[in-house]
């Protein structure tokens, strides 16, 4: 993770290494990059199956620790790749690298707490020996690559990691060696992953210096754009593969159409006008204010928005999955409380998230924050009503709740939000300096 950066200097000052190219303002995300958050798809797939294989309120929790520790693999990466041309030279192969490793990673995560019987190596030990490799890789390119790394800035970042790292191989291999009660060793697996957790992300709150720069706003937005569509596909991709082998009924179709009307409408809130009007705060700042909006806005508050999407693809497959034993089994049409507290959850979690987002980082567009705020807490509110509902009109709710949601912010915004999207469209069409 990152941390606002007091220094005059863009990054680009002192001569790039061997093999290396600094990032100029304007250019955005490169294949490479897309190509490696791919691996996030399968990541975040990973995540809900976590939860789903421990369906109580630890299993939802250990999933949430594991998507951080995703989340900030990722986040550093997407920190490099804001200062470093990641299309060519040695980033290109790193990330690559990279890539195969968090490959890895990601298919460990549903083995990260506990392993499949029969396993011939440790799922726990494989998690997070790809974390380790993935930091300390990003770490050796930071030293080589970035000019503004110096030791100082290298420590800071190694000690956490370390710590981290003890406390997670801990995880992995102590609590089933000292207890024989099965709970004390997933609640102290649990602790000492929150431990890791916080010390992976606290050091940047009370450090103000990391050698950081955002030196292409383009970039940095279009890049946590990406992976929000990442994350939203997955949600449409856990429904897919759950209702593959359902029977069509009327019930299936409704339950597909709902997710992918609600999916849309989330996306709607996000890319419509504030991710648009967030790049432009970005734009118009100089490098060296960039850096703390980027923490603040991206790095930290777009987690809770993943966050908020995993927990809503849980209770979508849940909800498949009841139509599925319904249609077998004849079992209740309806959603146990844990699936309905993730499905409306999640969506008022990811607009609380956004409205934390927006608040931090533009002042361009506050009329859309009432009712996101009003819509987060009537979706809270009606989890008793819904779950007297069937699945399917329990999702319906939800699907036509943010399809209100995003009629009212297109009657709110008005004028302003017309004007915000021909003025971004018009920066897009300007042709570019030499």
Not at 63 to 77: D, E
Not at 353 to 376: D, E, K, M, Y
Request: glycine share 8%; aromatic share 8%; hydrophobic share 55%.
């Amino acid at each position: 993770m990152v941390s606002e950066d007091n220094g005059v200097s863009d990054g680009r000052s002192a001569r790039a290494p061997r093999g290396i190219r600094p990032l100029r303002e304007g250019v955005g995300v490169t294949s490479v990059e897309l190509f490696f958050d791919l691996v996030f798809v399968l990541a975040f797939i990973q995540v809900v199956a976590l939860m789903e294989d421990d369906f109580t309120n630890h299993g939802v929790l250990n999933g949430m620790l594991a998507l951080a520790l995703l989340w900030s693999t990722w986040s550093i990466y997407a920190w490099l790749g804001n200062s470093l041309q990641a299309r060519i030279g040695l980033i290109r192969i790193a990330l690559l690298f990279v890539a195969v490793v968090t490959l890895v990673m990601a298919v460990a995560v549903r083995q990260a707490f506990t392993d499949i019987r029969g396993a011939a190596v440790s799922g726990p030990v494989v998690f997070v020996a790809c974390f380790v490799v993935v930091r300390l890789v990003h770490l050796a390119l930071r030293w080589y690559a970035v000019p503004d790394t110096r030791p100082h800035i290298v420590l800071l970042i190694a000690v956490p990691l370390f710590v981290a790292s003890v406390l997670l191989f801990s995880a992995a291999v102590v609590p089933q060696r000292l207890f024989d009660d099965p709970w004390l060793v997933k609640a102290s697996q649990t602790g000492l992953w929150i431990l890791a957790v916080i010390i992976d992300y606290g050091p940047a709150l009370v450090i103000r210096s990391w050698g950081w720069h955002i030196i292409s706003a383009r970039h940095w937005a279009e890049r946590h754009g990406l992976i929000v569509l990442v994350a939203l596909g997955e949600s449409l991709i856990a429904v897919g593969l759950t209702s593959s082998g359902v029977p069509m009924t009327g019930a299936l179709i409704a339950a597909l159409v709902f997710t992918i009307v609600t999916a849309a409408a989330l996306g709607w809130t996000y890319f419509d006008v504030v991710a648009i009007a967030a790049e432009r705060t970005l734009i118009q700042n100089p490098v060296q204010r960039r850096v703390a909006y980027a923490r603040d806005a991206y790095s930290y508050l777009h987690l809770p928005m993943i966050a908020g999407i995993m927990l809503l693809a849980l209770g979508l497959h849940k909800v498949v999955t009841i139509i599925k034993d319904n249609e077998l089994h004849h079992s209740s049409p309806q959603l146990e409380s844990l699936g309905l507290h993730a499905l409306y959850g999640g969506a008022a979690l990811f607009l609380l998230s956004h409205v934390g987002f927006q608040l931090r980082i533009t002042r361009l567009l506050r009329r859309v924050i009432w009712p996101r705020l009003i819509t987060a807490v009537l979706l809270v509110a009606l989890i008793p009503a819904a779950g007297r509902l069937s699945a399917v009109l329990a999702l319906g709710l939800l699907t036509a709740v943010c399809v209100s949601l995003v009629i009212t912010e297109i009657l709110v915004a008005g004028g302003r939000r017309k004007e915000l999207r021909e003025a971004a469209l018009a920066e897009d069409l300007r042709p570019e300096g030499p």
